[in-house]
């Protein structure tokens, strides 16, 4: 083997190798980008049912608009923008973690975790009144895939 070839042979033998570098990088960024996309929606998760069960008065209004049924309007102007806010706040949440999961952050095993299926906030009337009027804030995908899986929200 002359020296030209041998440079050729070491050439390659760099270029495989550096290939090889950047998978292993692509591959360690991706489970990076996956673990934070998890991180993020706990947070929020948990920023969001923080603001609930600490605040006694904010628990008990959306305990009596989700459980009990109680039409918005037999609450006052500042606690019907309270329970506008915590609706599109688990919106948003809900959002984020179904529009991750579609692009393969999140793994389908962790978004029943957050309530897509089963939620007595989505199947509630209330929460039927409210999505009417806020559907369109969200992507159209996911007004689409919750509204398949709770049809009463369906306009």
Known sequence: MGKKELRESVGLLAIVLSLLFV???M??????ARASAINELATNQREW?????TDSELSSIW???VFNAVPEESFNRRDQ???AG???ALGINMENAFLQR???LLPDELSDLYHFSGSPV???????AFWSNERYRYHPTFVAALEQEYPGLRE
């Open 23 to 25: 998978g292993i990088e």
């Open 27 to 32: 591959r360690q960024n991706n489970i990076i």
């Open 49 to 53: 049912l923080l603001g609930v069960v």
């Open 63 to 65: 305990g009596e608009y």
């Open 81 to 83: 923008t309270r329970l």
């Open 86 to 88: 915590l609706q599109q």
């Open 102 to 104: 579609e692009l393969g």
């Open 122 to 128: 989505f199947s509630s009337e209330n929460f039927a």
